[in-house]
């Protein structure tokens, strides 16, 4: 199994709400990252997680917030959204932080209204 | 300042004949360098990477030319197949430091 799995693929959510995007792998893979890909932009990294603690915060706002409950899983919980938030949010994983070699999921499309 | 920049936004090639992608960045700590291609409502897929110790690094059809003087890199395929169409992200982090910095793709059209 070579997959990043995100769910969900898209979403829809009020500037109120709360929310969360979860992604997971089953390659044993150590160094865990989200990105964000808004249009024709190339994704920029948010958070890398390694063997489960937070590495890497791109002095991203308090309004995101990473989980990483164990090694397969990587959460980002949303709250208090704006619409410039709207984006394609990219999950990746890789064997370890050293590791050039990542493997992303498909992305959630995530829409703020 | 974006650090790694593909110029190219889109490239247009006939079946068979060679693409060349070009990629370049400023940064010279970057040591490791990356090609990742993308198709439309799925994820960057990695294609082929090279350490700035080599220039060329080569996988079946793909190849990776680093000039690191030039702070240039290049990836060229042959021979172009219409599967081949996608967006392809040039990458590049420095040391094990594992922060990618992304080009901002191009957009490679293989005619049949």
């Known amino acids: 199994d070579t997959e990043v799995t995100q769910t969900p693929k898209h979403l829809v959510m009020g500037m109120t709400n709360k929310k969360s995007l979860k992604c997971e792998q089953h390659?044993?893979?150590?160094?865990m990252y989200w990105y964000k890909q808004k249009a024709k932009k190339p994704p920029e990294l948010m958070f890398v997680?390694?063997?489960?603690?937070?590495?890497i915060n791109e002095s991203v706002p308090s309004r995101f917030s990473p989980e990483c409950p164990n090694s397969s899983l990587l959460n980002l919980h949303l709250h208090a959204l704006q619409p410039e938030d709207s984006a394609l949010y990219l999950c990746?994983?890789?064997?370890?932080?050293?590791?050039?070699?990542?493997?992303f999921g498909q992305g959630t499309r995530l829409t703020v209204v | 300042d974006q650090q790694v920049k593909q110029n190219s936004p889109s490239l247009s090639v006939q079946e068979g004949r060679i693409s060349i992608l070009n990629c370049d960045y400023t940064?010279?700590?970057?040591?490791?360098f990356l090609w990742y291609k993308k198709y439309p409502a799925e994820g960057p897929t990695f294609l082929i990477s090279?350490?700035?110790?080599?220039d060329k690094n080569e996988d079946g059809r793909f190849t990776v030319f680093l000039n690191k003087s030039a702070k240039h890199l290049s990836l060229h395929i042959v021979p172009s197949q219409p599967g081949d169409s996608a967006v392809y992200f040039c990458?590049?982090?420095?040391?094990?430091?594992?922060?990618?910095?992304f080009g901002s793709g191009t957009k490679l059209n293989v005619k049949p």
């Open positions: 990746a994983s890789s064997q370890d932080m050293g590791d050039t070699e990542a493997f």
């Open positions: 390659m044993g893979h150590r160094a």
């Open positions: 997680y390694s063997y489960e603690k937070l590495s």
């Open positions: 940064n010279s700590m970057f040591d490791y």
């Open positions: 090279i350490s700035s110790i080599k």
């Open positions: 990458a590049a982090s420095v040391g094990n430091f594992n922060k990618f910095y």
